[in-house]
């Protein structure tokens, strides 16, 4: 039953750091200080199932229109990339997102989720029990760090994992760019996607539900 059972939830990651400062040897035996400023935000869209499973995630790059040069030329996965004038996830893009991307099945699913107003719209709320088949659990605003599985573990594992990449990448000699986060983010996706890891980010938000038949069924009793 916990198969149908989803976390959705948006991240925003920084291409590069607020500011770099690494060091190195010089060709010389010279110590090298070099630094790099960057500012720049990519939002991450996941969904997560209690049972491990991922659902299809969604980039969100700031710009008009998507630039081949913002992804490695081999690339090798498909993935649904949006452009935002702001760089975070709004109605409209959202809504192509979910229409396209989002699990359907016969049976009734649950999905918690927090209030962004991208989630609210009265479109999408339709789709998802018309459509999808599901129904939406929205956290408290001020309990949402506490209670989405991808708060407690992924997102903060992920941030971990691509720190780690981008600063080995400077100190090689590589500017923090759209392609190389897209390298960076997709090579250690596995790492901190696992299903341990998943599995271990609903154990630690505490929402493993007894019984996901009950709680559809008291959800219909409410709307009637």
């Not at 750091?17 to 090298?32: C, D, H, R």
């Not at 038949?213 to 009793?221: G, K, P, R, T, V």
């Given at each position: ?42 939002t ?13 995630l969604?980039?969100?790059y ?36 979910f ?47 506490m ?37 960076g ?11 341990r ?7 630690k ?20």
């Open positions: 039953m916990l198969e149908r059972v989803w976390n959705l939830d948006e991240a925003d990651f920084k291409i590069g750091e607020s500011k770099y400062q690494a060091y190195g040897i010089g060709p010389v035996g010279t110590l090298n200080n070099v630094s790099y400023e960057s500012l720049e935000l990519v991450v869209l996941e969904l997560i199932s209690a049972t491990g499973d991922l659902g299809k969604l980039l969100i700031k710009g008009v229109n998507l630039m081949e040069a913002w992804f490695p030329q081999e690339r090798q996965i498909s993935v649904p990339v949006s452009t935002s004038s702001t760089v975070f996830i709004n109605s409209e893009i959202f809504l192509s997102w229409k396209c991307n989002f699990p359907s099945s016969d049976k009734w699913q649950l999905l918690l989720l927090d209030g962004h107003s991208a989630y609210n719209m009265d479109e999408f709320m339709q789709a998802l029990i018309t459509e999808a088949h599901m129904i939406p659990i929205y956290f408290p605003s001020h309990m949402t760090n209670l989405q599985s991808l708060d407690c573990g992924y997102f903060g594992l992920a941030k971990q994992k691509y720190h780690a990449f981008i600063s080995e990448g400077f100190l090689e000699g590589l500017t923090p760019s759209k392609q190389l986060f897209f390298k983010y997709f090579e250690k996706k596995d790492e901190s996607f696992s299903k890891v998943i599995l271990g980010s609903w154990k938000a505490r929402l493993f539900l007894r019984n996901i038949d009950l709680a559809i069924e008291s959800f219909h009793i409410q709307m009637n």
